[in-house]
């Protein structure tokens, strides 16, 4: 059962309590560290599944066969802001590959970054496909289409190959069957797998240590991991946490956001894999939860807890910008091993 993760305060009261599950588990599969019940809470993986899914585009040879450079492919795993320097790799992403963005079926919204989605209006420009915070995966899933001369008209059905691979990849990851993982469709048309909270974890554990992974799975997974803490802003965008906590980490872990309140990290050679659900969806109450469970294991020096204080603690404010309460973090992890 989810336990109590995240309050908010309004005043002296507790406004809102936010409850979840957290798993901290190694690669073998033992479940090191708990919150609530994370080996029977399943729940979909959301965009915590896309540096997993950028594995079979990398490991095919399409980035090195279109000479896709790092600081592009860090975009395959990016729920990104919509900014120019997303908008622009992905394009260039794409004229590397021969393609230009109406090949992009993600859908579209107006840019996550509000400036980003100003600008847009201020010029009279109308949101595209380009702009979808999804886009930059999508073009990963064009390039391994295109380069495996795939149909490039449904690459987003589950029984084509690109997905077919991207299924494979994740159950590889988790050390699960493909048949175990439940399918849904995500918000960018493509399909999403459902795993328990336990499951995710130990998939980034294997990601950030691919120690049980196919060799060529493994260095696939180290140039993506790299990428994401060399290039952090390409991950996220401007004020987002996953492009902070990248950042603070300077290579000790990589993180991923989902939607739905779910965050992913992994640390890097240590062979621990960390996942967690909000079980309301609340994506700040997921980002003071993450930071507080890589503080209580020990992981945060102090000036990264600095760093992190922002998204740790973070302050309410009311319209005229008065400080009126705050989301913290109220769960003690429970060591099972």
């Known amino acids: 059962m989810s336990i109590e993760l ?16 957290i798993a901290v588990v190694n690669a ?39 000479g896709i450079e790092e600081s592009e492919f860090a975009i395959f795993c990016a729920s990104h802001s919509g900014e120019v320097e997303h908008t622009q790799t992905v394009q260039s992403i794409l004229s590397k590959i021969g393609l230009d963005a109406s090949y992009l079926q993600c859908g579209f919204h107006p840019p996550v ?47 084509h190959p690109v997905q077919q691979a991207m299924l494979s990849s994740m159950a590889k990851c988790a050390h699960i069957d493909e048949s175990e993982i439940e399918i849904g469709i995500d918000g960018c048309g493509v399909p999403v797998h459902g795993l ?26 180290i140039r993506i991991a790299k990428a994401m803490f060399k290039h952090p802003s390409k991950v996220a965008g401007s004020e987002r946490f996953c492009t902070a906590l990248l950042s603070s980490g300077k290579g000790a872990w990589v993180n991923k956001s989902g939607a739905q309140g779910v965050y992913c990290v992994g640390l890097i050679d240590k062979n621990i894999g960390i996942a967690l659900k909000i079980e309301d969806g609340n994506g700040i109450a997921a980002s003071a939860a993450m930071v507080e469970v890589l503080d209580q294991l020990g992981f945060l020096n102090e000036k990264q807890q600095k760093e992190l204080n922002s998204f740790h603690n973070p ?23």
Not at 8 to 19: D, F, H, K, M, Q
Not at 123 to 151: D, F, Q, R, V
């Open 28 to 66: 073998e599969g033992d479940l090191l560290y708990k919150a609530g019940d994370p080996i029977e809470k399943m729940t979909f993986i959301r965009s915590s599944a896309k540096p997993i899914q950028a594995i079979p585009v990398l490991e095919s040879g399409a980035v090195d066969h279109y």
């Open 315 to 337: 302050k309410l404010k009311n319209h005229r910008k008065d400080i009126i309460g705050e989301l913290k973090p109220v769960f003690n992890l429970e060591k099972v091993m």
């Open 196 to 221: 328990t909270v336990y499951q995710m974890a130990r998939a980034w554990a294997n990601f950030a240590t691919p120690l049980y992974l196919p060799d060529s799975m493994a260095q696939a997974a």
């Open 6 to 21: 995240v309050h908010a305060t309004r005043g002296n009261l507790v406004e809102s309590i936010y409850r979840g599950d």
């Open 113 to 159: 970054f509000r400036k980003a989605a100003d600008e847009l209006v201020r010029k009279g420009i109308t949101p595209s496909e380009i702009h979808s915070n999804c886009s930059g995966k999508h073009s990963g899933m064009l390039a391994l289409a295109n380069y495996k001369k795939w149909s490039l008209d449904n690459y987003t059905e589950l029984d």
